[in-house]
């Protein structure tokens, strides 16, 4: 599968370390997305983009900041995270029709699994 | 709010035999989207099959079907001939079809396991 890549796919960071999760579609999308998928836990939607623009921010700690610089890559800028804060992050794209119209499906990368210490 | 209930943390199936994966939802709209994906260990999630609430036919794709029964806010996965591949976490999802509305409510998922 290479429509939405991520990097790192492994991380492993200290609570006062920064660091940057990478996502990249290749697919033409102008919707992005950030997942957090803990154990027995439903994923939960963190951030979305569309048209390069935040539409939605799931009240999200402010130690996790998103970027869009364009339609096909999304960040996820880290800074004094938690231990709780470990899990799989995962990036999804899609194409969104106008106001009213058809929406598409959600295709999700590989994920980053951030390990907090 | 939606939500979204997998009310089977785990299920398994021999090979070759049928397995059927539950899954039901609670919304006050009429139009929506319901998806299966498949989350396998190598973690990269896969959209199995998709619904439109509209349509009152039921999706399929191979070996994929779903039993939609809009009353009953229930959509479960039905794995035919099930295949070793199969084996991974099954999650439900939810979407408004609504405009402006991207969000995909998920379930905690199923864990399905495939023996030889």
């Known amino acids: 599968e290479t429509g939405v890549t991520q990097t790192p796919r492994h991380l492993v960071m200290g609570m006062t370390n920064k660091k940057s999760l990478k996502c990249e579609q290749h697919?033409?999308?102008?919707?992005m997305y950030w997942y957090k998928q803990s154990a027995k836990k439903p994923l939960e939607l963190m951030f979305v983009?569309?048209?390069?623009?935040?539409?939605e921010n799931n009240s999200v700690p402010s130690r996790f900041s998103p970027e869009c610089p364009n339609s096909s890559h999304l960040f996820l800028h880290l800074h004094t995270l938690q231990p709780e804060d470990s899990a799989l992050y995962l990036c999804a794209s899609s194409q969104e029709g106008l106001a009213g119209g058809p929406t598409d499906t959600q295709y999700f990368g590989p994920g980053t699994r951030l390990t907090v210490l | 709010a939606q939500t979204v209930t997998q009310s089977q943390p785990e299920m398994s199936v021999q090979e070759a035999e049928t397995v059927t994966l539950s899954c039901t939802y609670d919304t006050s709209e009429s139009d929506y989207y319901l998806f299966w994906y498949k989350q396998p260990p190598s973690r990269q999630m896969i959209l199995v099959i998709r619904?439109?609430?509209?349509?009152?036919q039921n999706a399929t794709e191979n070996r994929f079907s779903v039993n939609f029964q809009k009353a009953a806010k229930s959509f479960s996965l039905k794995i035919s001939d099930s295949q070793l591949g199969d084996a991974a976490m099954y999650f439900c999802?939810?979407?408004?079809?609504?405009?402006?509305?991207?969000?995909?409510?998920f379930g905690k998922g199923t864990k399905l396991t495939v023996n030889p």
């Open positions: 999802a939810y979407r408004s079809a609504e405009g402006g509305s991207e969000k995909l409510v």
């Open positions: 619904q439109e609430a509209y349509k009152q």
């Open positions: 983009y569309s048209l390069e623009e935040r539409v």
């Open positions: 697919l033409g999308h102008n919707a």
